[in-house]
C-alpha cells in the first residue's frame, strides 16, 4: 500500500510522510528544515538559522539552560535505480515503511518529534533541549554540524549531553547504541620515475613492480589493536593506478589509493609519518589526503543518573532489554560535539538498508523508537 496525501495517516507517520517526499539530497535541503523549523516553533522552540556554504543548518532550543540536544541531518544519499516503490514517497508494504532516508536518518527525526510532541502534551517543560539540524552529512560534512558544534561551543550554549538519531541499531530500535566512532581517512600515494620498454628494463626498475611491492609492506603494518571496547586500526589499499596502458611499456607514474580506519590511540599526523617512511629514499613521491575524520570516544560523568544511564533506562523501557555499547561502524557527526566536550550517544533505527535500493524499515521499529525517545524525554 502506497501511502499519499490522500489517504488518512496515522498522527505518527505524518511527520515522516512530509519529510521523505522532500528530495533533500546532498547538501540540498529541499524544504526539509522549513517544515520542521514550523512544528518546531509550534512546540515553543525559538528558530536560528546558520546557514554556510550552501548548507542549510538550523538550531531549535526550549527556554532554559541548555541541556539535552538531538543532532540530525535531512541530507540523504542519492535514490539510485532498482526502486520497486518511489523512493520519494512513503509507501508501507509488509509490515515495513519504505523511502530514501527513512532509517539514515529521516525517521529518526520525525520519531524524536513525534516523542516531543507526545511529551509536551503530557505537561513536561523540557527546559534547554535542542534539536540540531544540517544538509551537510552525506558529503564532506565540512559546513554542518561542525559549524553548528563551534557555534554554540563559543557561545557557552552547547549541551552536556547530545543524542545523534543515526542508525546505530542491528535488529531493534535501540539494541546498539554507539559512544564512539573510529577515525577515517583516505590516501593518494603518487610514485613517480621513467617508463621503459618491457625488453630493455630490469625488473626492479619497473615503477609498478615497485607499487606493488611498497602496496604489500603498507598492508602488512602493524597498527595499535584498539581496546576492548574500541576497535583497533586498520588500512586497505582501495585502488591502483597507472595511466593509460600499452602491454610492453612500463608506467612513469603510479598511485597507491588507501583508506584508514584509526582508534582514539592514533591521529592522523602519526598516520602520515609511517607511510612516508615506508617509501624508498630513491623514489620520487607525492602523499595527499581526503575526508580526514577524527575518531571520538565518549566517557560519562560518574554521577548518577548520568547520560548513559538515562539512555539505557529508555531502552529498556521500549525494548525490554539493556542495549549493547559499540564503537564500530563508519563516522558521524557525533564526532563533532565530542571535540567540543559534549556527552555523545547515538541511537537510531536498524540499519540493515541504509543507502541501498529500497530502504526499509518495520514499522514496528519506528514506533518503539518514538517510545524510547519519549522515555529519554520523560526522564528530563
Known amino acids: 500500500m502506497s501511502l499519499s496525501p490522500a489517504l488518512a495517516l496515522a498522527p505518527e507517520l505524518i511527520h515522516l510522510d512530509n519529510l521523505l517526499s522532500l528530495a533533500s539530497i546532498t547538501p540540498d535541503d529541499a524544504g526539509c528544515q522549513r517544515y520542521l523549523a514550523a512544528q518546531l516553533s509550534r512546540l515553543g522552540f525559538a528558530i536560528q538559522w546558520l546557514p554556510c556554504q550552501g548548507v542549510s543548518n538550523l538550531i531549535a532550543r526550549r527556554p532554559g539552560q541548555p541541556s539535552l540536544a538531538f543532532s540530525g541531518h535531512t541530507d540523504v544519499v ?14 508501507e508494504m509488509g509490515g515495513q515503511l519504505y523511502g530514501r532516508g527513512i532509517a539514515d536518518m529521516k525517521g529518526g527525526i520525525a520519531a524524536f518529534l513525534v516523542a516531543l510532541e507526545r511529551t509536551l502534551d503530557a505537561g513536561a517543560e523540557l527546559p534547554g533541549v535542542m534539536v540540531l539540524l544540517t544538509s551537510d552529512e552525506e558529503g564532506e560534512a565540512e559546513f554542518g554540524s561542525r559549524v553548528i558544534a563551534e557555534h554554540l561551543a563559543g557561545q557557552g550554549q552547547l549541551p552536556p549531553w547530545i543524542l545523534v538519531g543515526e542508525p546505530t541499531a542491528r535488529h531493534h530500535s535501540g539494541d546498539t547504541l554507539r559512544v564512539g566512532r573510529r577515525g577515517a581517512i583516505s590516501g593518494t600515494l603518487t610514485l613517480s620515475g621513467k617508463a621503459g620498454h618491457v625488453a630493455y628494463l630490469p625488473s626492479g626498475a619497473n615503477l609498478l613492480h615497485r607499487a606493488l611491492a611498497l602496496g604489500e609492506r603498507m598492508a602488512a603494518l602493524e597498527w595499535d589493536q584498539g ?51 615506508l617509501v624508498p629514499a630513491d623514489l620520487s613521491y607525492q602523499l595527499g589526503w581526503s575526508r580526514p575524520c577524527e575518531p571520538y570516544f565518549s566517557q560519562f560523568a560518574d554521577q548518577q543518573p548520568n547520560f548513559l544511564t538515562r539512555v539505557e533506562k529508555a531502552v529498556f523501557a521500549g525494548l525490554g532489554q539493556f542495549p549493547v555499547l559499540s564503537t564500530a561502524g563508519g563516522t558521524s557527526d557525533g564526532r563533532f560535539f565530542r571535540a567540543q566536550g559534549a556527552e555523545v550517544i547515538e541511537l537510531g533505527l536498524p540499519n540493515a538498508s541504509i543507502h541501498q535500493a529500497n530502504e526499509r524499515v518495520e514499522k514496528s521499529e ?12 520523560a526522564s528530563l
Not at 251 to 274: E, G, M, W
Open 366 to 377: 519506528f514506533l518503539r523508537l518514538i517510545e524510547i525517545y519519549q522515555a529519554l524525554l
Open 78 to 91: 542519492p535514490a539510485g535505480q532498482h526502486w520497486q516503490v518511489n523512493p520519494f514517497a512513503l509507501t
Open 227 to 277: 581496546a576492548a571496547d574500541f576497535p583497533g586500526t586498520s588500512l586497505h589499499i582501495t585502488g591502483l593506478e597507472h595511466g593509460d596502458w600499452l602491454d610492453n611499456v612500463t608506467p612513469s607514474t603510479v598511485s597507491i589509493k588507501f583508506n584508514l580506519r584509526y582508534s582514539h590511540r592514533t591521529n592522523s599526523d602519526a598516520i602520515d609519518q609511517c607511510i612516508r617512511a
